[in-house]
């Protein structure tokens, strides 16, 4: 359709000293991106080209524009938000990558608010050098959920094919999460993923396993009491809203045994209970969503990889996916949207005329 070729995809050029533009560059090398939308780089082509030249790449034309609205819809389109001056430091966190990783990302959130892009993709920060009195946050999601939430809760979704992993808390201390557990904060979860998971991936009646916190599912009280007292009370308040979640269960048995090929999502307890496994079946097809937010961002689920920027290692599947996984989120939206907008008025049935009855006209 020819509306979807105008997608507009933001992305922006996360630590300019790790392999973010290597995989920028790489992926929208792919003539099927600009097919498929239009992309809208949030950096620098000075420094676009710096990562071109050392590491020898394809050279194709980027197409610097001041607004999206300027956007050629057959090119692969830049903004300029950093400085000629701009240092690069190869594989190494920088107080000036992290400036410039925030410009973008600022600039970009600013026009996805205003409606001058459709969707975002964000490429890997160092959250150590982007913090700062205006990024005061632990991650991407959590200054999203602040920045255009309106309200809303974020919830981290990493998804690739037949796959789709949630998480409860996101960024806490593994010594927290306990405490930071409640069942009111799993049932919620369970509903936003159930939610996400009809809207943004166009699943009906997915079905949600819950993972345990303990080892073991906590060995019926003998390792912990969380999952009778918390875990499972709220996987029974979800069952009593219809959604179907089942659970809780061992998280090594349930991927060790294959058990995660049966479910629609599953929803772990903390970040590296889900994301280990994760990243270990979905290899580098992975993609990182922020789901239960008014706007789509997505981002590759790998990080700066200091160790091998600047030396052309970088695989640019996981940036591929992002892109096409942040397009078909934003297209089920669309979709859902129109499927719902008009829902018809239940009516009663007259059995002994076996036929619907007229309306009463209006007095």
Known sequence: MEQDKKIRVGITHGDINGVGYEVLLKALSDERITELCTPVIYGSAKI???????????????????????????????????????????????????????????RAVSDLRDGLIDVLVTAPINKHTIHSEEFNFPGHTEYLQERIGEGRQAMMIMCAEGLRVALVTIHDPLSEVAKNLSSKSITDKIMAFNRSLIEDFGIHGPRIAVLALN????????????????????????????????????????????????????????????????????????VNFTAGLPYVRTSPDHGTAYDIAGQGKADEQSMREAI????????????????????????????????????????
Do not use: W
């Open 48 to 106: 676009a080209n710096y990562h071109r030249k050392g590491m020898e790449l394809p050279e194709f034309k980027l197409f610097q524009i001041d607004s999206p609205d300027d956007a050629a819809p057959d090119q692969v389109n830049i903004i300029n938000v950093v400085g000629e001056d701009c240092k690069i430091d190869i594989g190494q966190p920088t107080e000036a990558a992290g400036k410039a990783a925030l410009a973008a990302l600022e």
């Open 215 to 286: 080892p073991h599912a906590g060995d019926a009280g003998v390792i912990g009491t969380e999952e009778s007292e918390i875990i499972a009370p709220a996987i029974a308040e979800a069952n009593k809203r219809r959604v179907l979640a089942f659970g809780p269960y061992p998280a090594d048995g349930f991927f060790g045994s294959g058990a995660y090929r049966k479910f629609d999502g599953v929803l772990a307890m903390y970040h590296d209970q889900g994301l280990i496994p994760f990243k270990v079946l979905a290899g580098e097809t992975g």
């Open 324 to 363: 096409y996984t942040a397009i078909d989120i934003f297209r089920n939206r669309r979709r859902e949207a129109e499927a719902t907008a008009n829902p018809l008025r239940r009516q009663s049935y007259d059995k002994g005329n076996d036929r619907l009855p007229a309306e009463k006209p209006e007095r």
